[in-house]
């Protein structure tokens, strides 16, 4: 859930990480990002390839397509990329309050509790906010953050670009992502 929306103030190189410093973060980790019904992991297929190569397993094992289903016509049903597996209501590579791929994990893990949202700085609630913070951690915060939105740009480009150029074959649920098209049955 998101609590509040703020101006990055866009062309001040460092307005960004000041907002952050001025906000206040540091990962308690206490895994509560880790967890909840509501709490999907989104990971870009490279992501996918860099847990796996870290911590082994197959990709089904790793992941799970995103929820959400779209109707692609001809009985064909599709989805636009994948999320973390959960067992038992957490990210499978949670153990304890641990998270066993700290050094491999994804974007999206990185930046959390933080989002750029068409270039403004979105906080989702998180018991590490509030906290004192360097401003050199809030400009790696910055860096990331930017480099998440620009991943997610080029991200959504590609799979636009997929799905003008790829055809989903009938009857089917697939995934649709940058890799190109995934059949999940059949
Ligand atoms: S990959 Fe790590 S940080 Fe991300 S949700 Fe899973 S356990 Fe948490």
Redesign the pocket.
Known sequence: MISSRRSAGEGEPDALAREILSIGFRCRQC?T??RGED?L?LVMPEEVRD?LARAGGTWQEAVEPYPEFLEGGNGTRYTLGWC?RRNSG??????GD?????G???R???T?PFMLVDNRLEVSPCPGLGALMTMEEAQALASALRERALAEEAEEEQVARVLSMCGMPAGHRCVVDTDGVRVLDG
């Open positions: 895994g990002c880790c709490h992991v847990l973390i957490a990210c499978r590579y949670l153990s641990i998270c066993t791929v700290h491999s994990r994804p999206i893990c990185r959390y």
